[in-house]
């Protein structure tokens, strides 16, 4: 006997992806569109405080920055996933 090659197996009715008829019945969550939302916010935030700390601290006039790669990581992986995070936080939740 051999087993179905996973391409020939049909999911069952209880484990089968949900089917929509349009793209407006398959909404993004609420959560998830703030997120991604938050994320982008954050990540001009991110721009701006890069910058101030260029000019506070590493002396802005020159170009290009001469903020470490390191310090400049930290900053975008700190401000773009706490905004993403408050920003998913505080969107409402949806009942099922």
């Not at 909404?27 to 700390?53: D, H, Q």
């Amino acid at each position: 006997m051999t087993t179905p090659l996973p391409s020939e197996q049909t999911p069952g009715p209880d484990h089968s992806a949900p089917e929509y008829e349009t793209v407006a019945e398959s909404t993004v969550e609420p959560k998830t569109r703030a997120a991604a939302y938050g994320a982008g916010g954050s990540a001009v935030v991110a721009t701006f405080i890069n910058y101030l700390i260029d000019v506070m601290f590493y002396n802005g006039e020159q170009v290009p920055p001469d903020v470490p790669l390191a310090v400049t990581g930290v900053v975008y992986l700190a401000v773009v996933s706490g905004g993403a995070f408050a920003a998913s936080y505080l969107a409402r939740h949806v009942n099922r």
